[in-house]
């Protein structure tokens, strides 16, 4: 049962899905999501209940974070050669892209050194967006200097379209995070923001221990400003950084 403040938000969420499949109730609607399997509703149904909201360097201590301190700390270890950073609920690529610009920027750093960033979200219609890798004014110069826009993007028809250096250390899939993550490498920084608060408890809690299962020991666990790593999950270490709190993988 869900509370009226939710169930309220579903149902303006799913009212516009109702009428577009001109289904009368939304006990139909269900019905034929549970008879369809992998189909274009249930797309289309994620999409309408879940929030896409996302921006470049969105909240920006965790870049300065990156670009300071993960990305030199993983360097001085020697732990490898291959440096594998995960956008887990990346939306439409903003988030993976911006870590691509910190990777770009530190590239005398990372000399020797190869560099994987995946990002993953359910949603398959926010993953062709980020695979497209092409944005709008508006979506740009949210969170971007117009020194940033110029080096990292190529302006096609009043649209910016990331550069090809950028767009090749990123591979995107559709994923389902509460699924089996064994599909998923190791990594050594894990993103995973702005998507905890939005589950169960319970779900919080699979999230997490999955996550734990692909960061490697030491790496780290970056979430959004917010969402705290429930108690019942004892495989991180809370670390009070700059602007920002994150996890060290125990
Ligand atoms: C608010 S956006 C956050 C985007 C980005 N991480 C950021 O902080 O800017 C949340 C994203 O989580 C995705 N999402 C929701 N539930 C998911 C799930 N079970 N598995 C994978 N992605 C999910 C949504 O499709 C959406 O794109």
């Known amino acids: 049962m869900l509370e009226p403040a939710r169930h309220n938000f579903l149902e303006a969420r799913l009212a516009p899905v109702l009428c577009q499949f001109s289904f009368e109730s939304f006990g139909q609607l269900i019905k034929s999501l549970e008879g369809e399997g992998n189909g274009p509703l249930k797309n289309i149904f994620i999409d309408a209940i879940t929030t896409h909201e996302t921006y470049f360097f969105r909240d920006f201590p965790v870049f300065a974070l990156l670009k300071s301190q993960l990305i030199p700390d993983f360097v001085n270890s020697d732990r490898s050669s291959v440096l594998r950073i995960c956008s887990a ?37 926010s993953i062709e967006t980020a695979r ?80 734990a299962t692909v960061i490697a020991k030491g790496g780290t666990l970056i979430t959004g400003g917010s969402e705290i790593v429930p108690q019942d999950v004892n495989e991180f270490k809370p670390i009070h950084g700059d602007g920002c709190v994150y996890y060290e993988k125990l």
Do not use: W
Not at 108 to 123: N, T
Not at 168 to 193: A, H, Q, W
């Open 89 to 125: 609920a990346c939306s439409t690529g903003q988030e993976p892209y911006s870590i691509c610009m910190v990777v770009d920027e530190l590239a005398p750093l990372l000399e020797g050194h190869r560099v994987q960033v995946d990002g993953y979200d359910i949603s398959r219609a």
């Open 132 to 211: 497209s890798a092409d944005y709008s004014n508006y979506e740009v110069n949210r969170g971007l200097s117009p020194a940033y826009i110029k080096r990292y993007f190529d302006k096609v028809d009043q649209r910016y379209r990331v550069i090809d250096r950028l767009r090749s250390m990123v591979n995107f899939k559709e994923l389902n995070l509460l699924d089996d993550l064994g599909v998923m490498p190791t990594y050594d920084i894990v993103f995973c923001r702005n998507i905890a608060n939005y589950f169960k408890v319970s779900d919080r809690v699979r999230l997490f221990k999955q996550l």
